[in-house]
């Protein structure tokens, strides 16, 4: 028990470790949790530009994706690998990710009643409308989930590239993560695992 012990406390202290370093302000990682497992579409958040676009989900669209929501990946906009936000978040922002672009488009199609659903993939969220033009990122072949008679359930993607979604997730929460908190994770790693054979060298050092 005692082995096992020693070799666990490691890792439970790496694992805190870890957390601090990627969420300093532990907070964020709380609140993203329930938001993203219960997306809140707030039409109120986006009313003043619901109100200057017209009755058209493909022109709405381009706006979201070109004028209102710039991309910008959480380390860019919250200094932290992933986090779900609220809408009025993005508009006070205005930029974010997949996630934060769905929140202001889904809340300005409810603000019209433009009929709307919300999809994802393994590496994609997005919202569909009808007459949504298919594109490699939003289409019937990678969604995980499928609409039938019974309602919403889950389903293996008819089609997933895992070498692509490799890239994707390492582009996103691993090339924009800042060099300082890479330094932070791995040396926190050095410092907890090697900390007994590091403790020995100085105290030859200083011997």
Known sequence: MLRLTRRVAPLALYALWALLALYPDPSLLVRSIPQ?????????????????LPDDPEHIERQVLGRYVSY?????THG?????PTTAEVVAQ????CQARMLVFAS??????????????????????????TNTWENA?????VED????????PQRWD?????RIEKEYFWDYMPLGRKLLLFGGMVLIFFRGRLASWVRTAWA
């Open 141 to 145: 072949a990678i969604r995980l989930m």
């Open 36 to 52: 993203g497992l219960n997306p809140r579409i707030d039409p109120a958040a986006v009313k003043a530009w619901a109100d200057e």
């Open 94 to 97: 205005g930029r974010g990710d």
């Open 80 to 84: 932290v690998p992933w986090y779900f």
């Open 149 to 156: 008679g019974s309602g919403r359930r889950l389903q293996l």
């Open 72 to 76: 910008a990946v959480p380390w860019q």
């Open 162 to 166: 895992w070498r692509e979604t490799y």
């Open 108 to 133: 300005i199609l409810e603000a019209k009643n433009i009929p709307y659903r919300l999809e994802a993939s393994f590496d994609h969220i997005w919202v569909w409308y009808a007459e949504k033009k």
